[in-house]
Nanobody
């Protein structure tokens, strides 16, 4: 079974950038629209970005212009570039397919933004 694995998080000063990566063990992303989710410190989780198999992207209003989702279908990697980081971007970021039946969640990657 596919198990997403996220990486690339870190402790970053506001205004900085990070690139998160998502790979999968046990399978591939082929044929799936993939999404990035942010779980905030208060436990709420939102979809921040999604990318179709053909590279069409969608973003939450709060991150438009700062987040860029891309994917390398040959390497089976999905990326999330986060620019101009803000304290409200702090949280754990997860990737998963956009589907009513999602894969088991990975560990996520922690992003912490300080002023």
């Amino acid at each position: 079974q596919v198990q997403p694995m996220e990486s690339g998080g870190g402790l970053v000063q506001a205004g900085g950038s990070l690139t998160l990566s998502c790979t999968a063990s046990g399978g591939v992303f082929t044929g799936n629209t993939m999404a990035w989710y942010q779980r905030r410190p208060d436990g709420t989780r939102d979809t921040v970005a999604a990318i179709t198999t053909k590279g069409m992207t969608m973003y939450a209003d709060s991150v438009k212009g700062r987040f860029v989702a891309t994917r390398d279908n040959a390497k089976q990697i999905v990326y999330l570039q986060i620019n101009d980081l803000k304290p409200e971007d702090t949280g754990t970021y997860f990737c998963n397919k956009v589907d009513t039946k999602q894969w088991p969640w990975g560990q996520g990657t922690q992003v912490t933004v300080f002023s």
